[in-house]
């Protein structure tokens, strides 16, 4: 089937660890996002890519790291400098021609202790 | 500040009740507009959209939208909720062309009462 595959679903890490989020997708779609999700905040967009090799920040980059080597798989570094890591982490890809549609993993949660 | 705003975080409705959730933006210019649905336990899907042409868009499972340029608003509307309604429901903006930028407000939990 196709879809978003995002991994590990949960996550535990102490402090001071850095964790990666696997995000894949076999829909041939170029862009790719990264969004954090907390209660009452809603959905931010911490980074995002266009195509492969290319990525920008969004709004809450600071303490993330990405990259884009392949068009398929996007994954997201959260670092030790991040300060409040604990959340629910969604990936996301942009449908093709023109949909403007995105589509959905179903999350990766991580806890740190 | 850029912004997309819901102002009902949490709404509790009994069945056959009437439901409309507010969604306002800050762009300038032209946008695109969504909502999308996350179901408890699954991952987030897209309601329905609005690009352009008629301002009031039908979408999946009976909901529809009006977007109001001179408010820019995007309310979304059901006039008969069900109990399989009980989500939590997001809007989105993808603002001016140009930008791949996707911003989504902060959600509003509905709560639909057998």
């Known amino acids: 089937d196709g879809g978003i595959t995002q991994s590990p679903k949960y996550l535990f890490r102490k402090e001071g660890q850095n964790v990666t989020l696997s995000c894949e997708q076999n829909?041939?779609?170029?862009?790719m996002y990264w969004y954090r999700q907390d209660p009452g905040q809603g959905l931010r967009l911490i980074y995002y890519s266009q195509i492969v090799n290319d990525f920008q920040k969004g709004d809450i980059a600071e303490g993330y790291s990405v990259s884009r080597e392949k068009k398929e798989s996007f994954p997201l570094t959260v670092t030790s400098a991040q300060k409040n890591p604990t959340a629910f982490y969604l990936c996301?890809?942009?449908?093709?021609?023109?949909?403007?549609?995105?589509?959905f993993g179903e999350g990766s949660r991580l806890t740190v202790l | 500040a850029q912004s997309v705003s819901q102002h009902n975080h949490h709404v509790i409705l009994s069945e056959a009740a009437s439901l409309e959730l507010g969604c306002n933006y800050s762009y300038g210019g032209t946008v695109n507009l969504f909502w999308y649905v996350q179901y408890p336990g699954q991952h987030l899907q897209l309601l329905l959209k609005y690009f352009s042409g008629d301002p009031l868009v039908k979408g999946i499972k009976g909901f529809e939208a009006e977007f109001i340029k001179s408010k820019f608003s995007f309310n979304l509307r059901k006039p008969s909720v069900q109990w399989s309604d009980t989500a939590e429901y997001f809007c989105?903006?993808?603002?001016?062309?140009?930008?791949?930028?996707?911003?989504f407000g902060t959600g509003t939990r509905l709560k639909v009462l057998a």
């Open positions: 989105a903006v993808n603002p001016p062309s140009g930008t791949y930028k996707y911003i």
């Open positions: 829909l041939n779609h170029d862009a």
């Open positions: 996301a890809s942009l449908g093709l021609a023109g949909s403007g549609e995105l589509f």
